[in-house]
């Protein structure tokens, strides 16, 4: 029998699980989508019933590949840190416009709450140093707000207001326990001092779960990887097919997986300790990007969420810089330009996806250039499509493109994509300024997530970044995370730190290019932010006329 432990990762768009020998090699994987509803812009939800059932399956399919002889020892979960509301059966309550009970889940991307999160940002309560100073739309809180002031029946029916991955515990142990992870980063837990602020949520208005007793948010706060319950329950055992009573870990928000599953790798065969952590990043890419720092000493960042005690490395302060939309935005910038259809078409026809025809146009269009970047020479995008998480914490920003003209080719389209990924690539590097202005000095950026396995932007962000960047050895290193997660509530190791050390390994190394080609992205970065202060040049010009818009 092999000693074998789960992992499951539910990210925006699928729900994914991954079965791992105790080394962290992988033996079986699989994956469902899961929906999605929009009714209206800046509105997105889903269904926690589909969520579960596609982990169901995804846990069944994955431990079918990975064949037989496999002693389960334990299981973790990740997700995205949406807000799933449920009665006090454990039935879905709506928290939709539409009225549909089904539609439970307002994703972490859901912005409705802006309103809400600028007047718990105007309060000025003390709690807010622990966000970079402003609290996000994506946060629980302001979500909370809208609910109760929006749709009081949901709020008097809720009897459970569930981060995700939290949801996901209860579903497989029944036990309605919360973790450190993301009560702290989203809920505003004070897990330093291992409290809710009473004083903060009347404040802001949502008293009464202060009054009672914080109940329906979370009364047992449990550090990450602590089991959960008595395991897994005879209920979710039969969906998953695997006995009752598996040990079940306190989960984790999957950004914060992923920082697990890369973070602490060793490079050139030596592992960091605690105070070489704090020269690098993991940058865990996907719909949206997150840009995960550790340190052994609180840091307060403006505009960078956090500093947050033990909710990613054990024993140490994280701060969590982001992008609201970095694969979300390449992706719209390609299939809404006016060749992308086309393009993704031909592309699927030669057995190729849209992006690796795109970098072969790149490639064939640099072939007379000193370097690839150049090609954007004329071209430069603002990348606030979605607001901007950090550091300019900002929802209402909006995106910009700089240099169109009377023409749409396919050749247009590559030049536009190469610009979007730098735009990206420029994200990541001033929220390491920003960090780098606390005391940080980020020289290593471990990647993981959709973007690996484009070459293009890997390129580009090691050389707008000047950061050497390393790959995980494992591609589904979010997945790996949460298995390291399982494999500690299994008892296989005693520590998240020592799971860490045997489960995870580096891979690939991409060095920045320096020299001229530094130098154009210095000049291209200036641009970037630029472009920001002619946005707010804009929105001062245009003030006057706000309050008749409206």
Request: proline fraction near 4%.
């Amino acid at each position: 029998m092999t000693d074998v432990v789960i992992g499951v990762d539910v990210g925006t768009g699928s729900a994914r699980a991954g079965v791992f020998d105790l080394s962290g090699r992988s033996l079986g994987r699989a994956s469902r989508n899961i929906r999605m509803w929009r009714p209206e812009p800046d509105y997105a939800e889903q269904s926690s019933d589909d969520i579960w059932n596609a982990v169901c399956v995804s846990v069944r399919e994955a431990l079918a590949e990975a064949g037989k002889g496999l002693t389960v020892r334990g299981i973790g979960f990740d997700a995205t840190c949406s807000l799933v509301v449920v009665d006090d059966q454990g039935k879905p309550v709506t928290a939709s416009p539409t009225g549909r009970d089904e539609q439970n889940v307002i994703v972490w991307m859901d912005h409705r709450a802006i309103g809400q999160a600028e007047r718990i940002n105007a309060s000025g309560h003390d709690i807010l140093r622990y966000v970079g100073n402003t609290i996000s739309p994506e946060m629980e809180t302001p979500k909370l707000l809208w609910l109760k002031e929006n749709m009081p029946a949901t709020w008097q029916r809720a009897a459970h207001f569930f981060d995700l991955p939290d949801f996901l515990t209860w579903r497989a142990t029944g036990t309605p326990s919360r973790s450190l992870c993301s009560t702290v980063c989203k809920w505003t837990y004070l897990g330093h001092e291992g409290r809710w602020d009473e004083s903060y949520f009347r404040q802001v208005g949502l008293g009464q779960l202060a009054d009672e007793d914080f109940r329906r948010i979370g009364q047992e706060v449990l550090p990450m990887a602590t089991p959960v319950g008595r395991g897994l329950s005879a209920e979710a055992a039969a969906e998953f097919g695997l006995p009752a009573g598996i040990p079940v870990a306190t989960s984790i928000i999957d950004a914060h997986a992923g920082g697990i599953g890369v973070i602490g790798a060793a490079v050139d065969g030596i592992r960091p300790d605690q105070h070489h952590l704090e020269n690098r990043l993991a940058l865990i890419g996907g719909t949206s990007s997150c840009h995960m720092v550790v340190s052994e000493q609180a840091r307060f960042v403006p505009g960078v969420w956090g500093p947050y005690f033990s909710a990613m490395i054990p024993g140490m302060w994280l701060n969590e810089g982001g992008q609201s939309a970095t694969g979300a935005l390449i992706d719209f910038v390609v299939r809404s330009h006016a060749r992308g259809k086309d393009l993704e078409t031909a592309a699927q026809a030669a057995g190729q996806t849209v992006y690796e025809s795109l970098n072969r146009r790149l490639d064939t269009l640099a072939a007379q250039l000193p370097f690839a970047a150049a090609l954007t020479h004329e071209t430069h995008v603002l990348p606030y499509f979605h607001g901007n998480r950090s550091p300019r914490a900002n929802p209402t920003l909006r995106g910009m493109i700089s240099g169109l003209q009377l023409s749409d080719t396919e050749d247009d389209l590559a030049r536009l994509y190469l610009a979007t990924i730098q735009a990206v690539a420029y994200g990541t590097r001033h929220i390491i300024e920003a960090l780098a202005g606390q005391g940080y000095r980020i020289d290593t950026i471990l990647i993981c997530g959709g973007g690996t396995k484009n070459p293009i932007y890997l390129r580009e962000h090691a050389d707008a970044t000047g950061c050497r960047l390393i790959l995980a050895e494992e591609p589904e290193a979010v997945l790996l995370g949460s298995a390291v997660l399982g494999a500690v509530a299994g008892q296989a190791f005693d520590s998240v730190t020592a799971a860490m050390g045997a489960m995870t390994r580096s891979g690939t190394v991409i060095e920045p290019a320096g020299g001229a080609t530094a130098a154009y992205h210095n000049a291209k970065y200036d641009v970037f932010k630029r472009m920001y202060d002619d946005q707010m040049a804009y929105r001062s010009l245009m003030g006057k006329y706000k309050t008749g818009l409206n």
